[in-house]
């Protein structure tokens, strides 16, 4: 079955405290995303990933980091988290234009 | 720059009654496509339809129906025989073909309340 995996799906962690969401999908993709969602502003887009080693800046790109060592796996990283951060995440990932499969989403919250 | 409108926040529509959600855009791109997604209360995003700017018929699947008007920048979703499953968050989100970052710039969203 075609699925995009994350982990953890729910989240509550101290501000300051490192942490780190994984991502991984079972479909060969080259193209994977993050994507955080607020309410009343959809989803905006973190960081994206064209390729191993490829990444680059999404929109909302301030206080994370990304690595792409391997073709499924994509994780997000948190340094020093914030309470801004506190918002819901979801891993996206993309063979073609047509499609976007995400993951489950990640409900972070930062106290 | 690119822009999803989605102006109705909430609807109601009675169960087995069609509903449409209304979604504009903005972009200069020749080259673009169009998503909707259900959120359910459990939070996951569930692919319903997509839309390719150069096709020549509008986009089905299933009770899902995407009412594609280019001239007008709009890109309805129709959803026929409201089920009581439907209530949910829709989202319309747009791609540009062409961007190597296959960002979705997503609308605000429009919660759907099915009534029995």
């Known amino acids: 079955e075609a699925q995009v995996t994350q982990n953890p799906r729910y989240l509550i962690t101290v501000t300051g405290k490192k942490l780190t969401v994984t991502c991984s999908q079972n479909m060969n993709h080259e193209y994977m995303s993050w994507y955080r969602q607020d309410p009343g502003l959809g989803l905006r887009q973190i960081y994206y990933s064209m390729n191993v080693e490829v990444t680059d800046k999404g929109d909302v790109p301030e206080g994370y980091k990304v690595s792409r060592k391997e073709k499924r796996n994509f994780p997000l990283i948190l340094e020093s988290p914030s309470p801004n951060q506190t918002s819901l995440y979801f891993c996206?990932?993309?063979?073609?234009?047509?499609?976007?499969?995400f993951g489950q989403g990640t409900r972070l919250t930062v106290v | 720059a690119q822009k999803i409108t989605q102006t109705q926040p909430g609807m109601f529509v009675q169960e087995k009654e069609a509903v449409t959600l209304d979604c504009t855009y903005d972009t200069s791109d020749p080259s673009y496509g169009l998503f909707w997604y259900k959120q359910p209360s459990s939070g996951e995003m569930i692919f319903l339809i997509y839309q390719g700017s150069y096709d020549q018929q509008n986009a089905t699947e299933g009770r899902y129906s995407l009412n594609f008007q280019k001239a007008r920048k709009s890109a309805n979703l129709v959803i026929s025989a409201s089920q009581l499953g439907d209530s949910a968050m829709y989202f319309c989100a747009m791609i540009r073909v062409w961007d190597s970052s296959y960002k979705l710039i997503f609308g605000s969203g429009t919660r759907l309340l099915v009534r029995p």
């Open positions: 996206a990932s993309s063979g073609r234009v047509s499609e976007a499969f």
